[in-house]
């Protein structure tokens, strides 16, 4: 009857490892109104850091060319980053990143004012700079 | 744009094989512990769906009878399918773990194993938590695993 109780461990296990995790997740929400350092160019325009690497395949095919094909249409004073996690892991360490692709939007002062965990379109991303300050064309 | 399809269906009929075969035979075990082999069993259908595509067992389910019959339908996503893989992979040495503890008598050890994969298994079949996922973007990110192109499939 002892084995009664390998459920209870095995998914208080799991609980806590989701817990820490949701901890983790939500350290990298907070970032949200912070500047974590000064990557973009201050009192310009938005900037968008776009955190990649080798092994991710969606990255190369589907992001980088939705950021290509969003660059081409908007202010060529915003600056979109590519960052090689395995290159820079400090700076993905400092940004919490914790999946590819993640794309962060800066504004004009280098605040995170939004996180994109996984792909994110060029119409979410065009959205977002605007939010972040980008000027919109009349 | 060129895009990497990737059906996720694939992966949930893998957990839920998962899911079911570990609850059922434990529910099993509780009465009969010999049922507790069928842990090597899933080890070995985990870790050959890693190596190979030919011996996935879920995908060929899926993709002979589950797809054409509709029962299941795709959830074909733009995905890098390298850290379900790795996922896969963990789950696979956490089953092989418990084999060797069932071969070891320690069928408490062994079902604790097994639940905890179930669990991950739920946690991904429910709420799209990929807890294996997750750990492979933190190995990649700290440098222990290497960087290779993995092809879609």
């Known amino acids: ?138 | 744009m060129a895009t990497v399809p990737f059906d996720r269906s694939v992966l949930k009929v893998n957990q839920a094989i998962l899911m079911t075969v570990i609850v059922a035979g434990y529910a099993v075990g509780l009465v009969w512990h010999p049922i507790a082999w069928v842990l090597p069993v899933l080890a070995v259908m985990m870790l050959a769906a890693v190596a190979t595509p030919s011996c996935n067992l879920p995908r060929i389910l899926y993709l002979r009878w589950l797809k054409p019959l509709r029962l299941v339908q795709p959830r074909v996503v733009q995905e890098d399918p390298a850290p379900h893989r790795f996922a896969q992979l963990v789950g696979g040495v956490f089953l092989a773990a418990a084999s060797v503890f069932v071969v070891t008598g320690l069928l408490l050890v062994a079902w604790v194993l097994a639940w905890i994969v179930a669990a991950l298994a739920f946690l991904n079949f429910a709420f799209n938590i990929c807890v294996g996922c997750i750990m492979y973007a933190q190995l990649v990110r700290i440098g222990l695993l290497p960087l290779s192109h993995e092809p879609a499939r």
């Open chain 1, 1 to 138: 009857m002892i084995l009664l109780l390998a459920p209870l461990i095995a998914i208080a296990a799991v609980a806590g490892a989701a817990l820490l995790l949701r901890v983790q997740r939500s350290g990298q929400r907070e970032l949200v109104g912070s500047v974590v350092e000064h990557v973009a160019r201050p009192g310009r325009l938005p900037s968008i850091l776009y955190f990649t690497g080798e092994a991710c395949t969606i990255c190369h095919t589907a992001q980088r060319p939705a950021l290509r094909t969003l660059a081409a249409g908007i202010d060529s004073g915003i600056e979109i980053r590519e960052i090689d996690i395995a290159v820079e892991p400090e700076l993905a360490r400092r940004y919490r990143v914790m999946s590819l692709p993640t794309t962060i939007v800066l504004d004009a002062g280098g605040e995170v004012t939004h996180i994109n965990v996984g792909f994110a379109s060029g119409e979410v991303l065009r959205r977002q700079l605007v939010d972040a300050g980008m000027p919109v064309a009349a």
